[in-house]
């Protein structure tokens, strides 16, 4: 919780930032983050250097020599939202597994249905070859009268 006073990340008017450059990258890369993340805490450098084109195959605007995955995770060439794209996994997985629990539900109720058929259908053979043998037999009654 914010105490009174405090600013947050999210007070671009009132945080300070070396050059006007930094403050526009700041802003500008804090929205993106919101507009693709929502409140999901996390850094994306791809996302970082598309905003900064000019800096391609040179040192990363903000961020110098150093390995922008270790300044940004503190892990060597990391992926960067590994968390958000587990929860992005996580989800689609889910759907899948719920899916996948109807095909299973679907293909129990098509295999009953089909078991109850046969059974049926067996037990109509059987009456069939029950009355074909009692017409048979009356047939020789019949003739051996």
């Known amino acids: 919780m914010q105490k009174d006073g405090e600013i947050t ?21 804090a929205q993106q983050l919101q507009d693709l993340y929502g ?10 250097k598309s905003l900064h084109p000019e800096c391609k195959g040179r040192k990363t605007f903000g961020i110098g020599s150093s390995d922008p995955d270790f300044l940004v995770t503190g892990k060597i060439s990391s992926r960067i939202c590994e968390s958000n794209d587990d929860a992005r996994h996580s989800q689609e997985l889910q759907k899948v597994q719920a899916e996948l629990e109807k095909e299973r539900e679907a293909r129990q109720k098509i295999e009953s249905c089909f ?31």
């Open 9 to 29: 990340e999210k007070d671009y008017d009132r945080l300070k930032f070396v050059t006007e450059r930094a403050r526009r990258s700041y802003v500008a890369y």
């Open 39 to 48: 409140d999901i805490e996390c850094d994306d450098l791809d996302l970082w």
């Open 115 to 145: 078991e109850q058929f046969q059974e049926e259908r067996e037990k109509e053979r059987a009456d069939q070859a029950a009355w074909q043998k009692a017409m048979e037999e009356k047939l020789k009654n019949i003739g051996n009268k």
